[in-house]
Each structure stands twice: as structure tokens, then as C-alpha cells.
């Protein structure tokens, strides 16, 4: 019997973090639900952390979620599951306050990334999002102090302008004839099912994206960029935190 695509809750609300599931297969030690609230991790933004109360009274830690190509999202326990509980029941939750501080960062990102390529012609060649600190890496030439503390003052009154967010899905033709929703010159979000998902921060920007993100801009807190490498000629990394 083939197991089924898992429905992704958390792409219709960011702020979905618990919800009973059917468990459908478990393969070693990952598990496999009809649906979930957990994001297995992609464009820069990790896997949710959380657990699994199961029908037995069990508690399961979930460490990690991963997509496999079949579109099923696998949720990888620290210790086996017990056998013979395909079918049954569970209670799933995330870590909300790690899925929250996640949110805050991958938001702020598409702010700067938007003021970096619109102002700045800077696409990005690489993300990595965390909970206390994240990092962004743009092919930027003539990066400076100046730069710097411009880019700080934009990201802020962005978010101090309590933009709303929403997402929504346009066809892969629609996608393919607008340049407007990239920022990387090497990567393209994924097409699901002939579709690509857009995070609109309205009155701001539109960018293709599979994440999450907060509700409104005011959420996020104050920005700023401590720290900046190079990496190669005109590839800068820069990163970032939040108060």
C-alpha cells in the first residue's frame, strides 16, 4: 500500500503547532502521520522540534522532519517507536517558542533581502536561519559601514510599519513569467503539484517561499546586522539579530 503525500497544516497557518494525526508508516525510527504542523526544514529555515503523545500514554521526542520525494514529511524520533501502532493515533506538538523566534528571523529576511536586491543589486547565494542569530549571504559588490548602517535603518522602518503578511498560490506558468518573486540567482522554490507559494508582505514585497512566518511585521523586534564576513570577491555574509 502506498503511503500518502502528508498534508502541511502549517502552510495554511504559520501558527499551527499542535494537532492529532493518524500515524500512516514509521520506517526505523521515523514516523509518518496524515498530516502535521511540523516544517521539515528548507530555504535556509531548519526543522521543527517538538513531540508525539501517542494513544498509549507514550511520549515521543520528535528531534527532526524531513520531506522525501514523495511529498511525505517523516518525523524523527530520539528513541523507536513501539510496534504495531500504524493507524493509531497522536497528539502532535512543536516547540512554539524555538517555531516563533524561527518566524521572527525568516520574516526579517525577506525584508533585507528585498531592500538588498531592490536598492542594491544583492541576490542571495546562501541562508541559514537560527533562534538567536542568523546569517545571509549576497553577492554584493562595494559593501561598506555606510551600507551597513543604511541597510539597518530600511529593515526597521519596514517592520515598524506593522506590514501584514499572507500567503497564497499561483500556478507554475504565472511563477515562471515573473522575475519580481526571486532573490537567489541559483535556487528556485519548489513546484508542488503545478503550484508555487507566495509569502506577500503587503504594501512591501511578494517572494516565492515554503516557510513560515509571523503574522505582521510589528512582531518581529529591532534589527541589526553585528557582524560581516567575506566570502570571495564580492560575495559578502552578513549576520544578523534580533532584539
Known amino acids: 500500500m ?4 502528508t498534508t502541511r497544516l502549517y502552510l ?6 499542535e494537532v492529532d494525526a493518524r500515524i500512516v508508516a514509521i520506517e526505523e525510527s521515523s514516523l509518518a502521520f496524515d498530516q502535521t504542523c511540523f516544517y521539515p526544514g528548507g530555504g535556509g529555515q531548519p526543522a521543527d522540534e517538538g513531540s508525539v503523545s501517542l494513544t498509549n500514554g507514550q511520549s515521543l521526542e520528535i528531534v527532526s522532519a524531513h520531506a522525501d520525494a514523495d511529498e511525505i ?3 524523527v524520533s530520539k528513541l523507536p517507536p513501539p510496534p504495531n501502532i500504524v493507524g493509531q493515533s497522536g497528539r502532535l506538538r512543536i516547540n512554539k517558542a524555538r517555531r516563533l523566534a524561527l518566524m521572527r528571523y525568516h520574516t526579517v529576511l525577506h525584508v533585507l533581502n528585498t531592500i538588498a536586491l531592490r536598492d542594491y543589486g544583492g541576490w542571495i547565494t546562501g541562508v541559514q536561519i537560527n533562534t538567536d542569530y542568523s546569517r545571509i549571504d549576497f553577492k554584493l559588490d562595494g559593501f561598506s559601514k ?8 530600511k529593515v526597521n522602518a519596514v517592520l515598524e510599519g506593522d506590514h501584514a503578511l499572507k500567503s497564497y498560490y499561483i500556478s507554475e506558468q504565472e511563477f515562471r513569467e515573473r522575475d519580481d518573486l ?8 519548489p513546484v508542488s503539484h503545478g503550484c508555487v507559494r507566495v ?4 504594501g512591501f514585497d511578494a517572494q516565492a517561499c515554503g516557510g513560515t512566518h509571523v503574522s505582521t511585521t510589528s512582531e518581529v523586534g529591532r534589527f541589526s546586522i553585528f557582524r560581516s564576513e567575506n566570502k570571495g570577491k564580492i560575495n559578502k ?4 539579530r534580533l532584539e
Open 2 to 5: 502506498t503511503t500518502p503525500a
Open 12 to 17: 495554511q497557518d504559520d501558527h499551527c503547532y
Open 73 to 75: 514529511i517523516w518525523h
Open 146 to 153: 555606510a551600507m551597513r548602517a543604511e541597510l539597518e535603518e
Open 182 to 189: 526571486l532573490r537567489t540567482l541559483r535556487v528556485e522554490p
Open 199 to 202: 509569502v506577500e508582505i503587503q
Open 237 to 240: 555574509r552578513l549576520y544578523v
